[in-house]
């Protein structure tokens, strides 16, 4: 069975960055992931590995999501990525992030070698996957990419990436998701990401938003993804966190009217009537399942680490 984690927020780090490491282990993010990636210049990854390694061996992640995000398979960095990190600080890694996952086979890989050392170090919990889809052929993939492995916990959007692998042209200076709000034309990516999550049972995270000083616009891109079913948001700023932690969350009005319409089916007929009214509308099967997400997302973030 897949796990979820609370992942409203991912606060992305460069893991060769001391100062900005120390001080993500104080802010309101539910996962704190270090970068080994696109954040790392190629002379800096070994060293970028062994700050990540010892972090992770040393920090307090307090309830945070302790995620890594491994360099690309196809480059001469990833194996030794998974081997040192899992080696060296397996107990204190729930997950690794996977850019540019291009199809199942990509997962595979790194599960038959995460199983190994698991056995040969006696590792208890199994180390999580996220699964970031970033090209067209990654895309093309996701349903497959989402069903490869219990591993799996999430699908990531990578906006800039897959924007380059499609030939488009970018949007604003990082083209990290700025001026990608609104029906954008991303839109059907967002949805058949969030398709293929959902039905293996899977969390969806959106792409991070590249500006940091334009709060309008992270948020409008945090109100399209979230109401297409997305769980949370990758964040490149601290002072991006409170808004994606605010818009990912059921506000305390929603949460009680979800309670009470939860109440109220189960105390007609004992939760077997096919429909009843209530504050004039129609409650019906379906939505008692919307209510209970909406309670159970507000008791995850009132929960402890998984």
């Not at 897949?2 to 893991?15: D, E």
């Not at 990540?52 to 030794?80: H, L, S």
């Not at 109401?227 to 929603?254: C, V, Y």
């Amino acid at each position: 069975m897949n796990v979820i984690r609370l992942r409203r927020s991912v606060l992305s780090v460069p893991a060769n960055k001391e100062r900005m490491v120390h001080k993500a282990m104080g802010l309101n993010a539910d996962e704190i992931m270090l970068d080994l990636e696109d954040s790392v210049p190629v002379q800096d990854k070994e060293g970028a590995r062994r700050a990540a390694i010892a972090c992770f061996q040393e920090a307090d992640f307090g309830p945070k999501v302790r995620a890594c995000r491994i360099n690309d398979m196809q480059t001469p960095y990833a194996y030794r990525d998974i081997i040192d990190i899992v080696e060296q600080a397996g107990t204190s890694v729930d997950v690794l992030v996977v850019p540019k996952v291009a199809g199942p086979a990509h997962v595979s890989a790194i599960d038959l070698v995460l199983s190994q050392i698991e056995t040969a170090l006696n590792l208890t919990r199994k180390i999580g996957i996220e699964a970031c889809i970033e090209t067209a052929e990654g895309l093309s993939q996701a349903e497959a990419i989402a069903a490869s492995s219990d591993r799996v916990e999430a699908l990531v959007f990578g906006v800039a990436d897959f924007t380059a692998s499609m030939g488009a042209p970018p949007i604003g200076v990082s083209g990290h998701g700025e001026g990608e709000t609104g029906q954008g034309r991303w839109y059907s990516v967002l949805c058949r990401l969030a398709v293929a999550a959902k039905a293996n049972g899977l969390q969806v995270i959106d792409a991070p938003y590249g500006d940091h000083s334009d709060p309008e616009g992270l948020f409008a891109s945090c109100r399209l993804s979230s109401g297409l079913g997305f769980d949370g948001k990758w964040a490149i700023h601290p002072s991006q966190l409170e808004t994606i932690n605010t818009e990912f969350s059921p506000s305390p009005e929603r949460v009680e009217q979800a309670r009470r319409v939860v109440a109220a089916y189960e105390q007609a007929a004992g939760g077997h009537s096919g429909s009843l009214a209530m504050e004039g509308k129609m409650v019906d099967a379906a939505s008692v399942r919307l209510a209970r997400s909406v309670v159970d997302k507000w008791e995850q973030m009132h929960g402890s680490r998984n």
